[in-house]
């Protein structure tokens, strides 16, 4: 009979950090910025149809980098966790807080007792009805939650990104303006070419969506003549 090959539980977590901060590390950046109108969400993703970025509910978005097989499962369960939630007691009761904390649990789990962690970093958005009241949570690969202020940047060279990012960010800023920001931290990444319009995803959650549109959904997604006209804007 073969004797298994003893691991000592602290190795085993390490070996397993390790492993998932390299595969996040290989992913494109996203950066998540609170301003004066909402929530703008930036990609760099030069995909059409394989989105970093994506609606859960009426007034809450996420964002991830990473696999996309595994966050793509992460944001399906949260959609179908929104609309029970929703259905069964009432909208109101389906926040950005308690979906972090089921997404954490689900991390959590699978970095604990799984072969395999995911390899993946998760935000979570909502937009109030003002700026303070917005809510941006942080999620890693081990199920730790993080309640971020004013923005969020994730993957990549997430510390240069971050640092051009903060040089930058005003509470005053618009839409334009916010996503004009995460592109500039975003090009902080490159060392030469600056990004098109058609390799970054963006959307945004509007805090005026009620009054402007009559819709309680905040979420909306911008295409490629969206974001040159709103990079071309005067902050």
Same mark, same amino acid.
């Given at each position: 009979m073969t004797q298994q090959f003893y691991v000592s539980p602290e190795q085993l977590m390490k070996? /397993? *950090?390790d492993f998932a901060r390299k595969g996040i590390a290989r992913g494109r950046s996203v950066v998540v910025i609170s301003c004066r109108d909402g929530i703008a969400l930036v990609a760099e993703n030069p995909s059409p149809s394989l989105h970093k970025i994506g609606e859960i509910y009426d007034k809450i978005a996420f964002a991830a980098v990473g696999k996309y097989?595994?966050?793509? &499962? #992460? /944001?399906?369960a949260g959609v179908r966790y929104a609309d029970v939630r929703g259905y069964s007691y009432d909208r109101e009761d389906v926040t950005a807080r308690g979906l972090a904390s089921?997404? @954490?649990q689900s991390l959590g789990a699978v970095f604990t007792a799984e072969q395999k962690p995911f390899e993946v970093? #998760? *935000?979570v958005a909502e937009v109030g009805i @003002?700026?303070?009241a917005d809510h941006l949570y942080r999620l890693t690969f081990d199920g730790s939650i993080a309640d971020e202020d004013a923005f969020i940047v994730m993957g990549g060279q997430a510390e240069k990104? &971050?640092?051009a990012v @903060? @040089? !930058?960010?005003r509470e005053e800023l618009n839409f334009s303006g916010a996503i004009r920001l995460a592109v500039a931290g975003l090009d902080a990444d490159k060392d030469s070419a600056t990004l098109a319009a058609a390799a970054v995803e963006v959307a945004v959650l509007d805090r005026g969506s009620e009054s402007a /549109? !009559? &819709?309680r959904r905040a979420f909306r997604r911008l295409d490629d003549a969206d974001v040159v006209a709103l990079l071309a804007e005067e902050n």
């Amino acid at each position: 009979m073969t004797q298994q090959f003893y691991v000592s539980p602290e190795q085993l977590m390490k070996d /397993r *950090a390790d492993f998932a901060r390299k595969g996040i590390a290989r992913g494109r950046s996203v950066v998540v910025i609170s301003c004066r109108d909402g929530i703008a969400l930036v990609a760099e993703n030069p995909s059409p149809s394989l989105h970093k970025i994506g609606e859960i509910y009426d007034k809450i978005a996420f964002a991830a980098v990473g696999k996309y097989n595994e966050f793509e &499962s #992460l /944001r399906q369960a949260g959609v179908r966790y929104a609309d029970v939630r929703g259905y069964s007691y009432d909208r109101e009761d389906v926040t950005a807080r308690g979906l972090a904390s089921v997404y @954490a649990q689900s991390l959590g789990a699978v970095f604990t007792a799984e072969q395999k962690p995911f390899e993946v970093e #998760l *935000a979570v958005a909502e937009v109030g009805i @003002a700026q303070e009241a917005d809510h941006l949570y942080r999620l890693t690969f081990d199920g730790s939650i993080a309640d971020e202020d004013a923005f969020i940047v994730m993957g990549g060279q997430a510390e240069k990104v &971050s640092e051009a990012v @903060a @040089a !930058g960010w005003r509470e005053e800023l618009n839409f334009s303006g916010a996503i004009r920001l995460a592109v500039a931290g975003l090009d902080a990444d490159k060392d030469s070419a600056t990004l098109a319009a058609a390799a970054v995803e963006v959307a945004v959650l509007d805090r005026g969506s009620e009054s402007a /549109r !009559g &819709s309680r959904r905040a979420f909306r997604r911008l295409d490629d003549a969206d974001v040159v006209a709103l990079l071309a804007e005067e902050n």
